[in-house]
């Protein structure tokens, strides 16, 4: 069992930054790969994210390709999500979710550990 608490959400305008940080306990983090994703009011969960397990190969939604950047620090069991140049429609509930072999994937349903999610509200 790994447990995860996101942080860092908040509310932004229109091109600002944020960085999400995601902190594990309860299991050696570094067996894990990790995963962001988000949730719009009245959508679906979406994939944002992901990161093997070595933060060597990551994977991103096109939707955010290029602005943002996921990371990990395995010393502090830490994952982050680096969030700039935002826009309205990234506003969501962003949740970190993990699974226990060295590779992630964009399929939510693949992550057995979730956090409870932290608010993004990007302002217009």
């Not at 944020?18 to 894990?32: E, I, M, Q, V």
């Not at 935002?86 to 970190?96: G, M, Q, R, S």
Request: charged share 15%; hydrophobic share 35%; aromatic share 12%.
């Amino acid at each position: 069992q790994i447990e995860l608490v996101e942080s860092g959400g908040g509310l932004v305008q229109t091109g600002g930054s944020l960085r999400l940080s995601c902190a594990a306990s309860g299991r050696t983090f570094s067996n894990y790969a990790m995963g962001w994703f988000r949730q719009a009011p009245g959508k679906e969960r979406e994939f944002v994210a992901t990161l093997s397990w070595s933060g060597s190969i990551t994977s991103y939604a096109d939707s955010v390709k290029g602005r943002f950047t996921i990371s990990r620090d395995n010393a502090k069991n830490t994952v982050y999500l680096q969030m700039n140049s935002l826009k309205p429609e990234d506003t969501a509930v962003y949740f970190c979710a993990a699974r226990s072999v060295p590779w992630g994937v964009a399929t939510a349903h693949e992550y057995a550990y979730w956090g409870q999610g932290t608010q993004v509200t990007v302002s217009s």
